[in-house]
């Protein structure tokens, strides 16, 4: 994985967050980077959602 | 203009450009931005330099206005209706043609990446970045090509997810695939014209092709062109089209939620997933950002409106005027004028509530101006018994995103009804049409203000 794709994973493991707000903390990094990381935690199947939308990392 | 004499995206562009209503956008625009910038113009959008995307530019809130949704159909704002029905009773076939612009760019393999495309987050709430003003094409075995729109969000540089929640014929062959354990083909094309557009959102019959929807909308044919790695056809004159596949998963990726064109956020669904086999673009591609939900408010309009002046026809009763309101997202309310005999309006109340999701209705008589709200507000006042003028019906065809009805209880996949209301607002039978009589200012012909000023 990814260095972006892991740090990703650690701040939604730590609190559940919508997209935009993912976003907004990563504005520095170039968007097509930033697809392709949140692409490896999809493709990987880490990610799920609670009831109001916020992304929650899969416990594994 | 192509070699048919259909009308292209480009040209559309053109003919906003010509009425002043395209804003041309020339500094570097962050992807990230574009939806905040779009959403700050009164006018169409078109961002000529992207970071990031350097083959790329961008256009979007096409018809994020009805008069720009008039220049698109050549007509007035209030003939939109009126003209997309003209279109829709004369269809033309579409003609095949060996190449088209559409394919003058490959992308297969490690190439065909989603990540070219320069689509950005739309809005907060949103589960991610999304492809909207899709012209999606599928073929089903036993009933043929289907065209619709449906939005797709991006989950890896090969996979979307794609919204089928809601009733329509490729949500019906997507399931005839599933049946059999296979994928359903389909064609994703991006920047077609408008009235493309609404072909692919007219509820069409499944036996009727939304391509000699187009054509007839147009006045002339669809030119289509073979896909790469698909066995579908698309418009050769679009400016980018995804090849590729529905897994046959079901119901069963999270996806959403997105900016609906009901005005509010969405909730997180439960959808099939699209996997990208081939990307194929003009030289120079234009990528077409919808704005939700204005464009789709919009483009709803006059299809309901035309839907509407079809039912009624078809119900023996003769329109003067309809509306499709943008407070009801173009979709959910239709407000129609009849010229009136005995038992009719209520004959047009239940016409318009046949109309796909319409689910509340107001007919008046053909002296009141639809238009205006304090006309309708007058009608209904004085011509309306509830007890006797409502139409309430239970358990019909309804739409997820319609917080009232309660989706949520549904479960995976599960299709939701509606009731529905109409209010038969013309002059009751028995009662004497002089009861009506408007009230008019003595000798208001006779002086002039301005002369007394």
């Keep these: ?60 | 203009m192509n070699n048919t004499g259909k009308q292209s995206f480009r040209d559309f562009l053109g003919a906003l450009e010509e009425a002043g209503e395209l804003l041309r956008i020339r500094k570097p625009v962050d992807v990230r931005d574009i939806s905040g910038l779009m959403a700050q113009t009164p006018k169409a959008a078109f961002f000529e330099t992207i970071k990031e995307y350097p083959d790329w530019t961008l256009a979007g809130a096409l018809v994020s206005s009805r008069k720009r949704l008039a220049i698109a159909m050549g007509s007035t704002e209030n003939d939109v209706g009126a003209a997309c029905e003209r279109g829709l009773m004369r269809p033309i076939e579409p003609v095949m043609v060996a190449s088209g612009p559409c394919q003058e760019v490959v992308h297969t393999g490690e190439a065909a990446d989603l990540t070219r495309l320069p689509y950005p987050l739309m809005h907060l709430f949103d589960g991610g970045p999304y492809i909207g003003g899709t012209f999606v094409v599928s073929k089903d075995p036993d009933y043929g090509v289907n065209v619709g729109s449906y939005r797709m969000m991006y989950r890896t540089p090969k996979e979307t997810g794609i919204d089928l929640v809601s009733p329509s014929d490729m949500r019906f062959y997507y399931q005839r695939a599933l049946d059999k354990g296979k994928p359903l083909e389909i064609a994703v094309c991006i920047g077609v014209h408008p009235k493309d557009m609404l072909a692919a959102s007219y509820k069409a019959p499944i036996n009727q092709s939304e391509y000699s929807i187009a054509g007839g909308l147009h006045g002339a044919p669809v030119a289509l062109v073979k896909c790469k790695t698909v066995d579908l056809e698309v418009p050769a004159d679009a400016e980018l089209v995804l090849e590729g596949e529905l897994l046959p998963i079901g119901w069963t990726a999270d996806e959403g939620p997105f900016g609906e064109f009901s005005q509010i956020s969405g909730d997180v669904k439960w959808n099939p997933i699209f996997r990208l086999k081939c990307i194929t673009h003009r030289k120079n591609p234009i990528f077409y950002l919808l704005q939700m939900p204005w464009e789709n408010d919009w483009l709803a309009a006059p299809v309901t409106e035309a839907a509407g002046l079809q039912a009624l026809r078809i119900a023996s009763v003769e329109p003067v005027a309809i509306r499709a309101p943008v407070g009801g997202c173009g979709y959910w309310s239709l407000v129609a004028s009849i010229k009136k005999r005995p038992g009719e309006g209520k004959n047009a109340v239940l016409a318009l509530l046949s109309v796909a999701e319409v689910k509340h209705v107001i007919v008046t008589d053909d002296d009141i101006d639809i238009h205006n709200p304090d006309d309708l507000e007058w009608a209904m006042t004085f011509r309306v018994q509830a007890d006797r003028d409502v139409i309430i019906l239970s358990g019909a065809r309804g739409k997820h995103i319609d917080p009232s009805i309660k989706s949520w209880e549904l479960g995976k996949g599960g299709l939701p009804t509606t009731a529905k209301m109409g209010i038969d607002a013309t002059i009751p039978e028995g009662v004497p049409k002089k009861l009506y009589r408007r009230i008019k200012t003595y000798g208001k012909d006779r002086v002039k203000l301005e002369d007394y000023l």
């Design chain 1, 1 to 60: 994985m990814s260095p972006l794709a892991t740090t990703l994973l650690a701040e939604i493991t730590a609190r559940p967050q919508q997209f935009d707000e993912i976003v907004d903390a990563h504005r520095a990094v170039p968007w097509r980077t930033f697809l392709y990381a949140w692409g490896e935690l999809r493709a990987a199947d880490l990610l799920t959602r609670d009831d109001d939308g916020n992304f929650v990392a899969v416990r594994k």
